[in-house]
């Protein structure tokens, strides 16, 4: 059964687009120039439109079914999971220590696994009342406050990036594959099947453990894995799994120098892709 819209958010979708009322049957238009795609150090290209959802339940599997009329080379669309936030939804990392607060000044406080233990404020000396005997000398250590001779604060570094993999159809070197890719905070890879001798094409995503199980169904031998993602729930908590469909033309053709002479302009072709029998378990 497919799920209900009403739990589904859009993200780089038009500001007038309004959410499929039914999720087993429905398109998405993905203009020229848009993708989904990381390269180091965990710059993402996030500008493709999609649809996700976050889960009541555990992730089990999703799959879908997707088609349409490719032309123009990586044109793609099908699954898409992330463990974390979305690109354009990264959570910001958390405030550092400030050194004047309780946590940073108490001595007692534990140290992080980090960072140097606090160094020990040395003993205040008073300077002696000014005699005959000492008249003219330097007088003796000034004191110094507490907060200068704590350690700094341990480093804080940002947030990791979400872990997130993709699968669907995708044109290439004029025809169409079974691709996925897999992406985490170093970067992202990409793996491409057979040929596929049509249109459309469905995939599907299985969790098996802390792994991710990537599918795509073939005409003739049905279910064919394409990859294993051993560690893509590892250390993930199930309310951070988010899963939806996504659409891209990565390829970007505008008008040539000689037709912007001559004044022409070509409106941008959109990618359409169908989405038919979404389940997400």
């Given at each position: 059964?497919?799920p209900?819209?009403?739990s589904?958010t859009?993200?780089?979708?038009?500001?007038?687009?309004?959410?499929?009322?039914?999720?087993?049957?429905?398109?998405?238009?993905?203009?020229?120039?848009?993708?989904?795609?990381?390269?180091?150090p965990?710059?993402d290209?996030?500008?493709?439109?999609?649809?996700?959802t976050?889960?009541?339940?555990?992730?089990?599997?999703?799959?879908?079914?997707?088609?349409?009329d490719?032309?123009?080379?990586?044109?793609?669309?099908?699954?898409?999971i992330?463990?974390?936030?979305?690109?354009?939804?990264?959570?910001?990392?958390?405030?550092?220590?400030?050194?004047?607060?309780p946590?940073?000044?108490?001595?007692?406080?534990?140290?992080?696994?980090?960072?140097?233990?606090?160094?020990?404020?040395?003993?205040?000396?008073a300077?002696?009342?000014?005699?005959?005997?000492?008249?003219?000398q330097?007088?003796?250590?000034?004191?110094?406050?507490?907060a200068?001779t704590?350690?700094?604060?341990?480093?804080?570094?940002?947030a990791?990036?979400?872990k997130?993999?993709?699968?669907?159809?995708?044109?290439?070197?004029?025809?169409?594959?079974a691709?996925s890719?897999?992406?985490?905070?170093?970067?992202?890879?990409?793996?491409?099947?057979?040929?596929?001798?049509?249109?459309?094409?469905?995939?599907?995503?299985?969790?098996?453990?802390c792994?991710?199980?990537?599918?795509?169904?073939?005409e003739l031998?049905?279910?064919?894995?394409?990859?294993?993602?051993?560690?893509f729930?590892?250390?993930?908590?199930?309310?951070?799994?988010?899963?939806?469909?996504?659409?891209?033309?990565?390829?970007?053709?505008?008008?040539?120098?000689?037709?912007?002479?001559q004044?022409?302009?070509?409106?941008?072709?959109?990618?359409?892709?169908?989405?038919?029998?979404?389940?997400?378990f």
């Open positions: 059964m497919p209900d819209s009403s589904f859009a993200l780089n979708c038009p500001h007038d687009a309004v959410l499929p009322e039914y999720m087993g049957m429905f398109s998405l238009a993905a203009p020229p120039n848009t993708d989904l795609w990381r390269k180091p965990s710059r290209t996030s500008t493709a439109p999609i649809l996700y976050a889960l009541r339940n555990p992730f089990i599997a999703a799959e879908v079914t997707v088609a349409a490719w032309e123009l080379e990586w044109d793609q669309g099908g699954l898409v992330f463990a974390g936030a979305p690109p354009g939804r990264v959570a910001t990392s958390a405030p550092r220590p400030n050194a004047d607060s946590s940073s000044s108490t001595p007692s406080a534990a140290p992080s696994n980090n960072a140097q233990p606090p160094t020990q404020a040395p003993s205040i000396q300077s002696p009342p000014p005699t005959s005997l000492n008249a003219g330097h007088p003796g250590p000034v004191a110094t406050s507490v200068q704590q350690a700094p604060p341990p480093y804080m570094p940002p990791p990036a979400s997130w993999v993709k699968v669907g159809l995708e044109f290439c070197n004029g025809a169409c594959h691709t890719v897999v992406a985490t905070s170093d970067g992202a890879d990409w793996a491409r099947a057979d040929v596929v001798r049509r249109p459309e094409l469905r995939v599907k995503i299985e969790r098996i453990g792994a991710l199980w990537v599918w795509y169904e073939d031998a049905g279910w064919k894995k394409l990859r294993e993602v051993t560690w729930f590892w250390g993930v908590e199930d309310k951070a799994v988010r899963v939806g469909v996504y659409a891209s033309r990565p390829a970007n053709f505008g008008t040539s120098m000689y037709e912007r002479r004044g022409y302009t070509s409106s941008p072709r959109n990618l359409c892709v169908d989405f038919e029998g979404l389940e997400i």
